[in-house]
């Protein structure tokens, strides 16, 4: 599967944008997705939020949770994340990618495929 994200920008803080990935290929629904985000100064790509393609279970960080929100749109090999109170510190270039497994609190999991990223920049 090759994945590709867009629907970054900028926005300032309170507003919302809706990234979406892509999938391409007759797989998608053999994987589940996660939201990372790059941040300005940390090496690490953490992990946002993510999705089972099949229970269509959710999981959102902390920092996230109750602004953000992910699905799927299982006919069009697409998975959105639907960011609304946008804060500067969501500020980064966000990167879907399959993830094994979306599952519980996600203390383990692992990545396989990343898409390109998209940059979001929230002003204060």
């Known amino acids: 599967v090759q994945l590709q994200a867009f629907g970054g920008g900028l926005v300032q803080s309170g507003g919302s944008l809706r990234l979406s990935c892509i999938a391409s290929g007759s797989t998608f629904s053999y994987y589940d997705y996660g939201w990372f985000r790059e941040v300005p100064g940390k090496d690490d790509r953490e992990l946002v939020s993510?999705?089972?393609?099949?229970?269509?279970?959710?999981y959102h960080v902390d920092a996230v949770k109750g602004r953000f929100a992910t699905s799927v749109e299982k006919a069009r090999n697409k998975v959105y994340l639907q960011m609304n109170g946008l804060k500067p510190e969501d500020t980064g270039v966000h990167y879907c990618?399959?993830?094994?497994?979306?599952?519980?609190?996600?203390?383990?999991?692992?990545?396989?495929?990343w898409g390109q990223g998209t940059q979001v920049t929230v002003s204060s």
């Open positions: 993510c999705i089972d393609t099949t229970s269509e279970y959710t």
């Open positions: 990618a399959t993830v094994d497994p979306c599952r519980g609190d996600m203390s383990y999991y692992k990545t396989h495929r």
